[in-house]
């Protein structure tokens, strides 16, 4: 097990997956779990995560997702969706338009470090067509999906990828 930080810094955007690798019940247990322990807004939870096994259906994902085949071909894509109806309850369009959309996305965040730390790799996917998601995976009304997080055994590790400088990105007042 690695510890945080390390973790961190070996997470990279993985599009090529082992073929006949599938993911491990426990694995996969294990990272849904860091996934439902991420703060959220009043501890709401504002979120659904769609598992995305059955290949008909990744396929499907990757026509939403403007072609990005390796959703397809790794053997699980995760599918992070905000319930603003959840989180409006308690804070009103605040919750619905922000605190749901938060939750989820570091619902997601958590589950990618999951992965890495249980020695796979992932891809976060933001650049999908919504209602195409939302009719491949005949998702409830009023969810609206916000992530794809493909996921497997990698098969290349890329190389780490320029990252800005923290004075580029951090201000102290």
């Not at 690695?2 to 961190?8: A, E, K, L, P, R």
């Not at 849904?32 to 259906?57: F, K």
């Not at 072609?67 to 309850?89: M, W």
């Not at 619902?107 to 730390?117: D, F, K, P, S």
């Amino acid at each position: 097990m690695w510890d945080f930080f390390t973790t961190v810094r070996h997470r990279h955007s993985i599009r090529k997956y082992q073929p006949d690798m599938p993911i491990e019940p426990t694995k996969l247990h294990a990272i849904l779990e860091m996934a439902c322990a991420a703060p959220s807004a009043g501890d709401l939870q504002s979120y659904q995560i769609i598992v995305v096994r059955d290949l008909a259906d990744r396929q499907a994902l990757v026509q939403a997702a403007h072609q990005q085949s390796f959703i397809a071909e790794a053997p699980v894509c995760l599918v992070f969706c905000a319930d603003p109806a959840r989180s409006e309850t308690a804070f009103g369009e605040r919750g619905a338009k922000l605190y749901a959309v938060q939750d989820a996305t570091i619902a997601a965040a958590y589950a990618q470090l999951a992965v890495v730390a249980a020695g796979m790799g992932s891809t976060w996917v933001g650049y999908f067509e919504e209602d195409r998601v939302c009719t491949a995976l005949r998702l409830e009304p009023g969810l609206t999906p916000l992530a794809l997080l493909s996921l497997g055994y990698p098969a290349e590790l890329p190389e780490t990828s320029p990252r800005r400088r923290l004075d580029e990105v951090v201000q102290w007042r």
